[in-house]
């Protein structure tokens, strides 16, 4: 539970932001994480696959996108796309809080011969997401994190001292 939301999830429909937004995870890939680093991109359901489907094109690398549930006709597959053995994969998702959905997609990727060290958000809650995948061996990579945007949103009179406070309290809780 938390005293505030963030909803990535409409920005598709604002498609001047959508492509800033994609840009901005580009050119993070691109100075931070190292496109020699992984083959392929993989979206996390719902929110991050339309933000990875972008990436992967502007990249140049192949797309996968994991499913919530094991489908019960088709190949029955929780990875949609071509996966190979020793495949290094970025994941991709809109935002990290707990770091659970990441996990979980991470652990679907490696029962099908995928290797995933490095993870990548938009927005790191700083609720343990991080520290959770790093114990996993996996690396995040966040280009905002709450604290520098709910920072921000008080300095241009978007939120009152009381919502900066409730927001920062949820940090320091993770």
């Known amino acids: 539970m938390s005293p505030y939301y963030i909803d990535l999830r409409i920005v ?5 932001v959508f492509q800033k937004i994609c840009d901005l995870y580009v050119g993070f890939v691109e100075d931070q994480v190292g496109v020699k680093s992984f083959e392929r ?6 929110a991050g696959i339309p933000f990875t489907s ?3 094109y502007e990249l140049k690398k192949p797309f996968l996108y994991i499913r919530k549930g094991v ?14 053995p020793g495949n290094r994969i970025l994941l991709v998702d809109d935002l990290v809080t707990t770091g659970l959905s ?8 490696t029962a099908e011969g995928g290797v995933v060290t490095e993870a990548m958000v938009l ?5 343990g997401g991080k520290q959770k995948l790093q ?9 905002l994190n709450i604290t520098e945007i709910a920072s921000n949103l008080h300095e241009i009179g978007t939120i009152d001292e ?13």
């Open 71 to 84: 489908p019960l006709h088709g190949r029955q597959r929780r990875i949609e796309g071509i996966l190979a």
């Open 123 to 127: 927005i790191d809650r700083q609720e």
């Open 135 to 143: 114990k996993d061996g996996i690396k995040l990579h966040a280009v």
């Open 12 to 16: 598709p429909s604002f498609p001047d």
């Open 102 to 109: 990441l996990t979980k997609a991470a652990k679907a990727i």
């Open 54 to 56: 972008i990436i992967a």
């Open 41 to 46: 991109v993989a979206g996390i359901p719902v």
């Open 162 to 174: 009381e919502q900066l406070k409730t927001i920062l309290k949820q940090v320091k809780k993770g």
